[in-house]
């Protein structure tokens, strides 16, 4: 069972933070010796990260994290549904994580998608979504802050007794900033 409460694994993936800006590469780890490790006694994340799909948010290297430190939830629009919710799930009851971070990001592609009320084929699953997060709102910023915060607050009605807390991940200077 996980060891890490929900105060020191934020402190964990804020320092990781703080280590990505200054990298030019994830120094996480991803050893042989890590990886038999935690094939032969199993994996103690201590972090759920729920992030976007989009390919420049890549949390394993935002947090400078290796194996077997984060489990990692990617869909576009880091939208919160049944399989993300079984997925917290597990990893709640199974491994004993206590923190949940639903990351959005700035320039998020579905939720430009949305902002446009492109609900059409299997992405408009993601879009109506979305829309219903943010309502009214024009600007893709204030969009994604809503959305995040929309999508945590589905995670803390689904988990009462887990920490979760949304944030933003800004793709061009790295810096994550912290909605709660
Ligand atoms: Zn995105």
Known sequence: ??????????????????????????PGNISREIR??????????????????????????????????IFTIRVAGNVIGENQLGSIEYAVEHLG????????????????ASL?????GHVGSI???IIQAIGNEKKALEASILNTVYQAHKVKEAFPDVTT????????????????
């Open 116 to 120: 446009k009320g492109e609900t059409g």
């Open 36 to 69: 038999i490790e935690t094939a032969e006694h199993g994996q103690h994340p201590y972090a759920v990260i729920v992030a976007c799909s989009d390919s420049r948010e890549i949390p394993e290297d935002i947090f400078t994290c290796g194996i077997g430190e």
């Open 165 to 180: 807390v949304p944030a933003l991940y800004d793709i061009h200077s790295g810096e994550i900033i912290w909605l709660e």
């Open 127 to 129: 879009t109506r979504d």
């Open 97 to 112: 994580i206590e923190l949940v971070v639903v990351l959005g990001h700035t320039g998020c592609g579905a939720v430009g």
């Open 1 to 26: 069972m996980n060891q890490m409460n929900a105060e020191k694994a934020l402190a964990r993936l804020k320092e990781g933070s703080r280590r990505y800006i200054s990298s030019s590469f994830n």
